[in-house]
């Protein structure tokens, strides 16, 4: 006779309710514990330091260059603001996860019906809400600079979702600390040893070696490049990071006990998940990426938009043609204001960018000698605007921008009056172009392709002199002496006579330096 047990359906009932009021019951602890890690007072200081952070970004700063963002620059750069509330949220929540023990509560807790593992799920998910308060600010600080009229570019989720991910992968180490090493030291032992270690590994390796294994991986402060070019495993690295917080989660609640296949499965998936983030993003540039960023950087022509603007023709990279009409905008300003055929002569303005070695530092192009071509580069605004405003008048004073690299005469006074006479405050402009930020003696002014132009002392001065006549009457012997003015054999004192302004005592000193 053969026996068949069978569970009862009320049994399997009962089963399946107890576990959905244990999953209830977690949640409502992750709840009451995050209200409790938001009355922690380093979390609140570090939280509203991360806002006014945000906020100075999108409201108190000097736009400049940041009324053009480049939004595959602008995601990235939303990683670093919330690292020090990463650090505070792991310190708040290993303190709560040790609550018990620091109150002698471990022995009345172990008689409830909540295991310990699911207790410290409770703590992991309390992390949740400031992780998806990261990600409403990083969604607004992209949103701000994505609404700008003059932004360009193609932002990334990956790139954006680091921030929040970090913050949930602060929280849950806390856990972890806890579990593993109960001691409210932890936390600090910790962050030194990490430190301790950072200091010991290479530095600067980019998309190869160690650096990718930190949460964030900033890359920022260089000159933008299209973003086909940039090369960064984002994808990979969230992928990482989440794996990584998987997996410390499931070592915390194995730690405080827990022992169900499911909760071994999902450690066996975020392991995985880990180890194949680490194994993509750590190749760094392949062949085809270095090739595709030389072909790029040494033959532009083939890979941008040219567009034809009042006589001119403006040729930029496909996330970039936007600028086309400010560019226009600046060229027909600057050669109003020339004289004989240089007025109505057709430029070439050619977006121009270094073969890519390092996202981290400012590009310097070689110098055209490609008659009639203007540099422009892949920024805008703020000094950039005047810096193109004197690359277009050096390519109508000397035919080029080689030929104007080593101006000893009347011609870098033409260019700078060309280039700032136009607009409402040239004297300020100028001294804000000069590398020294000095009106007085010789100093070299930014160009467009990342080099300088030299001003003499006394060039100096005759374009001060020139700046404070009225604009009409300067204009007019500009336009009646062009001929002169733009001639390599007119000197800075015969300048200034021509254009009616006092003349400087000695000769050039660039002819006597």
């Known amino acids: 006779m053969t026996t068949v047990l069978v569970k009862e359906p009320a049994a399997a009932g009962r089963e399946h309710e107890e576990r959905g009021t244990a999953s209830a019951s977690v949640v409502a602890l992750a709840v009451f514990e995050a209200r409790q890690l938001l009355l922690q007072i380093p979390l609140i200081f570090f939280g509203l330091l991360y806002l006014a952070y945000v906020g100075y970004g999108l409201f108190g700063r000097d736009e400049g260059m940041d009324a053009y963002p480049v939004l595959h620059d602008v995601d990235r750069a939303t990683q670093g603001g919330p690292e020090l509330f990463a650090v505070a949220l792991l310190v708040c929540v290993h303190r709560a996860a040790l609550l ?30 400031f992780a998806v308060g990261v990600a409403a600010v990083v969604d607004v600080q992209f949103a701000w600079a994505s609404l700008r009229p ?7 989720v990956f790139e954006l979702a680091v921030a929040p991910l970090a913050v949930l992968l602060a929280g849950a180490v806390g856990v972890l600390l806890a579990r593993v090493l109960p001691h409210p030291a932890a936390p600090l032992l910790f962050l030194l040893v990490i430190g301790f270690v950072t200091s010991l ?14 949460p964030a991986v900033l890359q920022n402060g260089g000159t933008p490049v299209p973003g086909e070019l940039l090369g960064r495993p984002a994808g990979w690295h969230a992928l ?10 499931c070592a915390a609640m194995l730690v405080a006990g827990g022992r169900a296949r499911l909760l071994k499965a999902v450690a066996a998936v975020a392991l995985a998940a880990a180890v194949a983030g680490v194994a993509g993003q750590t190749p760094g540039d392949s062949p085809g990426l270095q090739a595709e960023r030389k072909a790029e950087a040494d033959h532009p022509a083939k890979f941008q938009t040219c567009v034809e603007r009042a006589g001119s023709r403006y040729c930029a990279y496909p996330d970039w043609k936007g600028w086309t009409v400010d560019w226009a905008s600046v060229v027909r300003r600057v050669q109003s204001e020339a004289g004989g055929e240089q007025a109505t002569t057709r430029l070439t303005v050619r977006q121009r960018i270094q073969e890519i070695t390092d996202l981290t530092t400012d590009a310097t192009l070689p110098t055209s000698s490609t008659p009639g071509t203007v540099t ?17 008048a050096r390519v109508l004073v000397a035919g080029n921008e080689l030929a104007s690299v080593e101006m000893c005469d009347a011609r870098p006074v033409t260019t700078m009056w060309l280039a700032l006479a136009t607009g409402p405050a040239p004297e300020d402009t100028f001294r804000h172009l000069r590398i020294d930020d000095s009106l007085a003696g010789s100093a070299s002014v930014l160009t467009p392709d990342g080099g300088s132009m030299s001003v003499s002392a006394q060039q100096t001065q005759v374009v001060r002199e020139l700046f404070r006549e009225p604009h009409d009457t300067v204009a007019a012997r500009v336009r009646s002496h062009w001929q002169q003015l733009v001639s390599p054999h007119t000197t800075t004192a015969e ?18 330096g």
């Open 201 to 214: 590994l290479p530095a600067g390796s980019g998309t190869h070696g160690v650096d990718w294994l930190w």
């Open 376 to 392: 422009v580069g892949t920024q805008w605004g703020g000094n950039r605007v005047p810096e193109f405003a004197v690359g277009v």
């Open 495 to 512: 300048a200034a006579r021509l254009l009616g302004v006092r003349v400087p005592k000695g000769p050039d000193d660039c002819q006597t």
């Open 100 to 129: 018990d023990r620091r109150r002698g509560l471990e022995e009345q807790f172990g008689v409830l019906a909540m295991a310990p593992a699911r207790r410290t799920l409770a703590h992991a998910l309390s992390v949740v809400p």
């Open 150 to 156: 003059g932004a360009v570019g193609h932002g990334s």
């Open 240 to 249: 990482y990071l989440l794996g990584l917080t998987v997996l410390a989660v």
